[in-house]
């Protein structure tokens, strides 16, 4: 056992070295940041506490058995910081995991801090919190705040560290968040709620937006929908947790499909759309670094199954019809993508169309609110896309946290130039290439030729700009 590094910090921590590799970097996991009573705002936690058994702490409850424990007492963060003394302060990393608002763990192995701490001389914060209807039941009548509880312990993780990091080396006046689809669409939202404002300068979003919240009539109806499936008989503050976890098996009012709980437009802790009708001005200031990944689509489908089992060029506009989420032609779509494609497979052009209409469209939403030349934030937008291999959604989490297993050379270069972009917007608020803007939409291509290069997949987003967007789940 150790001591935490001198500071205002209070306690003390083991931590571990897995590798001689690793030797550079101290880890302390299973940090408690607060405490929450069920459907009600988190309580801070002033005095550190870490898990009994130096291990992670337990994670929310979520349908499936992938992340084990699991235990609504999930409010624990871990860190990662470089051994070395340092005569200044570190940048801080703090990272939101994806799942949607759902499920997902950042005790996920391909989450470890070790690499990216070592490399890229920061601090990396992992952040555990409620999901599903632990963290977004809206039931204002009965919990009053309810709704934004998963976001309420996102605040709660990010005072922390604004009250402690320094102990662990890292700068609190320099903290970027950085997640991947619903980790990167809780930063979104995080960017338009006012109890976040001054708790974090940077911000990084990875295939993940938000750029509408749930009406709070929809998160009404969607409350019904999971009360009804519980049981009028039962009363869900005092209901078994798994019992909890079953009803979320009910069907979704508005999106159909299972239930889905979100951010809520409440007017008590989120008071405006994330990136409509703009960016949200309170967070203007902060630089920001959107990026997606070309091929998306590729990690929603199963060869073996609908909608994708038995695809061909008769039935490709029938198929991508309601997986676009856009209301526009698919006859149409297909007659340009295949005009554009005449090489591709069926297939192919499924993960193009889907990709570039339900996946990429919300992040060009958000890039072009902050590009506005009347947005304060238009020389603060910085957009990538990940092209490697053709990446689909998640690809861009191991390559940026140098977390790949038994990477090929070309992997390892991929990732190396990814960990230095991310390393150095953290540091300086500029990843190396020039801001987004209206008038060339400057998008990093990383690659095995990785490269800039102005308004990539142009005709694609002409495309898809003829019809509104509106966010899933709002």
């Given at each position: 056992m150790i001591e935490a590094p001198a500071g205002r910090y209070v306690g003390s921590f083991a931590y571990d070295v897995a590798e001689p590799a690793k030797s550079k970097v101290r880890r302390f996991v299973g940090i408690r940041y607060a405490r929450a009573d069920r459907f009600r705002a988190p309580q801070p936690v002033l005095v550190a506490e870490q898990t009994a058994d130096r291990e992670f702490g337990p994670v929310c409850p979520q349908r499936g058995q992938r992340y084990q424990p699991q235990s609504e007492d999930c409010l624990f963060l871990n860190i990662w910081t470089p051994a070395a003394a340092s005569h200044q302060a570190r940048p801080v990393m703090v990272y939101f995991h994806g799942g949607a608002y759902a499920s997902g763990s950042v005790t996920d192995p391909v989450n470890d801090g070790t690499d990216l701490a070592a490399q890229g001389d920061v601090v990396v914060v992992t952040v555990?919190?409620?999901?599903?209807?632990?963290?977004?039941?809206?039931?204002?009548?009965?919990?009053?705040?309810?709704?934004?509880?998963?976001?309420?312990?996102?605040?709660?993780?990010?005072?922390?560290?604004?009250?402690?990091i320094n102990a662990f080396g890292g700068d609190p006046d320099n903290v970027t968040v950085f997640g991947q689809s619903g980790g990167g669409a809780k930063i979104a939202t995080l960017m338009a709620m006012p109890a976040a404002k001054g708790l974090f300068h940077k911000a990084i979003t990875m295939s993940g937006q938000q750029v509408t919240a749930s009406g709070p009539l929809n998160a009404g109806k969607r409350s019904a929908a999971f009360l009804a499936a519980l049981g009028e008989d039962v009363d869900p503050e005092t209901a078994a947790v798994d019992r909890l976890m079953?009803?979320?098996?009910?069907?979704?009012?508005?999106?159909?499909?299972?239930?889905?709980?979100?951010?809520?437009?409440?007017?008590?802790?989120?008071?405006?759309?994330?990136?409509?009708?703009?960016?949200?001005p309170q967070s203007s200031h902060i630089p920001m670094m959107l990026g997606n990944t070309i091929m998306e689509s590729r990690a929603f489908y199963r060869l073996n199954k609908p909608p994708i089992a038995d695809l061909t060029m008769d039935n490709l506009a029938e198929r991508i019809a309601p997986q676009m989420r856009v209301d526009i032609r698919p006859?149409?779509?297909?007659?340009?993508?295949?005009?554009?494609?005449?090489?591709?497979?069926?297939?192919?052009?499924?993960?193009?169309?889907?990709?570039?209409?339900?996946?990429?469209?919300?992040?060009?939403?958000?890039?072009?609110?902050?590009?506005?030349?009347?947005?304060?934030?238009?020389?603060?937008?910085?957009?990538?896309?990940?092209?490697?291999?053709?990446?689909k959604h998640t690809d861009d989490i191991a390559l940026s946290f140098g977390t790949m297993i038994n990477p090929t050379a070309e992997q390892q270069a991929m990732s190396d130039?990814?960990?230095?972009?991310?390393?150095?917007?953290?540091?300086?608020?500029?990843?190396?290439?020039?801001?987004?803007?209206?008038?060339?939409?400057?998008?990093?291509?990383?690659?095995?030729?990785?490269?800039?290069?102005?308004?990539?997949?142009?005709?694609?987003?002409q495309i898809f700009a003829t019809v509104p967007y509106i966010q899933p789940g709002s």
């Open positions: 555990n919190h409620r999901l599903n209807v632990l963290g977004y039941l809206y039931r204002p009548d009965r919990f009053p705040g309810s709704g934004n509880n998963g976001q309420l312990d996102l605040i709660a993780a990010l005072q922390w560290v604004q009250r402690n079953r009803a979320l098996s009910a069907t979704d009012p508005i999106l159909g499909g299972r239930l889905y709980m979100g951010p809520v437009l409440d007017m008590r802790h989120l008071m405006r759309h994330p990136f409509w009708p703009d960016a949200a006859d149409w779509v297909v007659s340009q993508f295949r005009n554009r494609y005449p090489e591709a497979k069926p297939l192919e052009l499924f993960h193009r169309i889907v990709t570039a209409a339900r996946s990429w469209r919300g992040q060009v939403e958000e890039a072009e609110a902050r590009a506005r030349p009347s947005a304060p934030s238009a020389d603060r937008t910085f957009v990538y896309q990940l092209d490697f291999a053709q990446a130039k990814m960990m230095v972009a991310f390393v150095r917007f953290a540091r300086t608020g500029n990843p190396g290439w020039a801001p987004y803007d209206l008038a060339s939409r400057q998008t990093m291509i990383f690659d095995e030729n990785s490269r800039v290069e102005e308004d990539p997949r142009k005709w694609e987003r």
